[in-house]
């Protein structure tokens, strides 16, 4: 069953059980979703003003719940090539033959399950954004889910930039390891600007 159709209940027993999957990828994946989902909720309740800012605002929304949707492919799409993954680390290797091609079926496994997680970090970045816009547009009583949708998102980066560092060390592909690096590169600024919107919150309540 796809992690988007679960009881949130029975994916929490899941990432608790003793199987390999889902694991650490794809809870980054449901965090940038439930990221999204809070920033839906916010804006969807700023409403009012002129039908351009109307017309905007429902763009936003479309955009968050298509954000939304992708987290949680990517969240089944981690589950998926970890399996895999675990699955080549399995193959015979008792010749040389039999070495090399575990060699390789590992070394694209490996490639295959850290693209979501490269992925799951270019998502935080454009949920991040729309935080910033609707932290500029939206009321005071919407701040805490803006705050919320922020740190989730930066906790997912997190998450998944430890992930591709971790899968790199079994990368042999020079040109993907040097993709996957350069997503890594993006990783911290990214989570720089979720600590930023979450600070600038936590002042807008103050004030």
């Known amino acids: 069953m796809p992690i988007g159709e679960e009881k949130i209940g029975d994916f929490l027993d899941r990432l608790a059980g003793r199987m390999p999957a889902p694991g650490g990828g794809a809870a980054a994946a449901v965090q940038v979703a439930m990221a999204a989902a809070l920033l839906g909720m916010a804006a969807r309740y700023t409403t009012g003003g002129d039908a351009g800012n109307e017309a905007a605002i429902g763009g ?93 998102a930066r906790a997912a980066v997190a998450i998944a930039r430890m992930n591709i560092e971790i899968n790199l060390a079994g990368i042999t592909d020079e040109r993907a390891s040097l993709e996957m690096i350069a997503e890594t590169g993006n990783a911290g600024h990214i989570i720089d600007r979720a600590g930023q919107l979450s600070d600038a919150v936590r002042e807008q309540i103050r004030a």
């Open 60 to 152: 936003i929304v479309t955009k968050l719940d298509e954000l939304r949707a992708i987290a949680l492919r990517l969240a089944d799409a981690d589950t998926e090539a970890f399996a895999a993954a675990a699955s080549a680390y399995r193959l015979p290797d008792s010749t040389a033959q039999d070495q090399a091609a575990r060699a390789a079926a590992v070394t694209g496994a490996l490639i295959n399950l850290t693209w979501p997680s490269a992925k799951v970090i270019s998502l935080a970045a454009m949920v991040v954004d729309i935080g910033g816009t609707l932290a500029a547009a939206s009321g005071r009583n919407l701040m805490a889910e803006i705050a919320a949708a922020a740190e989730a």
